[in-house]
């Protein structure tokens, strides 16, 4: 006999063996996230998430609060020390255009004593004066960097940028670090293993003049750097050429407009030689086991001198040692003769900038909390090394300066 049965969804049949009665699997159709069947094709491909204007622009800034005292008692004893409330304060930019290229800008503080003339160009500090007049805020940075992702370690840099020159130890015998210098660079720092090679070369403008030549400086520098013992120590080593064109005859590099050569040699007003530098220097870079406690330090030195015709006093040296990182002490001395660098370029600190000047710098730095410290440095030394200066005979110089510094 044959038995036909018709079964319909739903409904339950005994298996032939008098089990337990099973219903038939029904298939069930996954709903697609467009509101479709899961066997059909997606309406429309998942969209790339597109960067906002927050993730390609990044502020920056910091805050500090100093406190600052000079003695010089060989420029006239019956002036007393002179002791000043400042402040500093950065506020920049960081922008990525695309991939290859980023901008950066700054604002900062200074001081200018002539309307129109520009803001100091080696300090950024402010003196609280003027019966709590409004302060200064200038452009300090503002710069393009393009570094094409086909050549890794290659930047093309342009505008009003931080020095691109690198400073053995972070020292000053050149370049004050509050410095931003104007014009092209061409920085390549390709590496090979353990190392690093860096060139850097450029064209500055250090004084527009519309009716003479320009005072330009076109740059050169070459570095290698060799890092050993698993990147915890490295040495390096360098050249640099500094070459400004139309100097000697003309008007001192000066924003404030009063004619002062910050140490260089003067013929009447004007400058008396040309300045073609040619700076060495190295630094060497541990971590020292004190007991257990590893403790980096660094030690370097920088040579500078003027190759110039007609320069006889136009050597400069600087030396030193850091140690330390949360809590970091570091001394350098320095020497440098009346024409050894262009003055109103160099360290502004320790001599309230120029030339002509020799002395001993002592830094301790607390990290007090994150992105707050603490600086307390003190300067000595002698000014006024040539004995030239008749108003500055002894020349004997002190300088004592604290600073709280915030970063953001």
């Not at 200064?136 to 505008?159: E, I, M, R």
């Not at 257990?292 to 600087?318: Q, Y």
């Not at 002592?362 to 307390?376: A, G, P």
């Amino acid at each position: 006999a044959i038995i036909l049965l018709v079964c319909f969804p739903g409904t339950r049949v005994r298996a032939e063996s008098g089990g337990e009665e099973k219903a038939p699997a029904v298939p069930v159709e996954k709903p697609d996230v467009a509101g479709g069947s899961g066997n059909a094709p997606r309406a429309e491909e998942k969209k790339e998430k597109k960067e906002s204007w927050f993730d390609l622009v990044k502020p920056c800034g910091d805050l500090r609060l100093i406190y600052d005292r000079i003695e010089k008692p060989g420029w006239d004893p019956e002036i007393p020390a002179r002791d000043r409330l400042r402040i500093r304060v950065r506020l920049g930019l960081d922008a990525k255009i695309c991939d290859d290229l980023d901008a950066k800008f700054r604002l900062a503080t200074a001081e200018a004593k002539d309307v129109g003339k520009g803001g100091a160009t080696i300090s950024t500090n402010q003196t609280l004066t003027q019966s709590w007049s409004k302060k200064g805020v200038w452009l300090d940075v503002a710069a393009l960097d393009c570094h094409p992702s086909a050549v890794p370690g290659f930047h093309l840099l342009g505008g009003k940028m931080e020095t691109p020159f690198h400073s053995a130890g972070k020292s000053d015998l050149i370049w004050d670090p509050d410095l931003t210098i104007e014009g092209i660079a061409l920085k390549y720092s390709p590496k090979f293993g353990d190392l690093e090679i860096t060139a850097v070369a450029g064209g500055f403008v250090a004084m527009e003049r519309a009716d003479a030549a320009d005072s330009l400086m076109f740059a050169m520098q070459a570095m290698l750097k060799y890092t050993l013992l698993e990147k915890k120590a490295h040495v390096l080593g360098g050249v640099g050429w500094f070459d400004y064109s139309a100097t000697k005859g003309r008007d001192v590099f000066d924003p404030y407009g009063t004619n002062n050569s910050c140490g260089n040699t003067k013929a009447g007003t004007k400058y008396a030689f040309d300045y073609r530098l040619l700076s060495l220097f190295i630094e060497v870079a541990f971590e020292f086991d004190a007991g257990g406690w590893l403790i980096p330090v660094t030690a370097f030195g920088d040579l500078v001198g003027n190759t110039a015709s007609g320069v006889d006093e136009g050597r400069g040296f600087l030396v030193g040692v850091s140690a330390g990182k949360d809590v970091k002490l570091s001394y350098c001395y320095r020497e440098e003769e009346k024409d050894a660098v262009v003055g109103a370029f160099t360290d502004w600190d320790s001599w309230g900038g120029g030339t002509d000047s020799r002395g001993h710098r002592i830094t301790l730095s607390i990290q007090v909390m994150k992105n707050f410290s603490l600086d307390v440095i003190y300067i000595t030394g002698d000014l006024n090394m040539s004995g030239t200066n008749a108003a500055n005979r002894e020349g004997r110089y002190h300088r004592f300066i604290a600073c709280l510094t915030a970063k953001f």
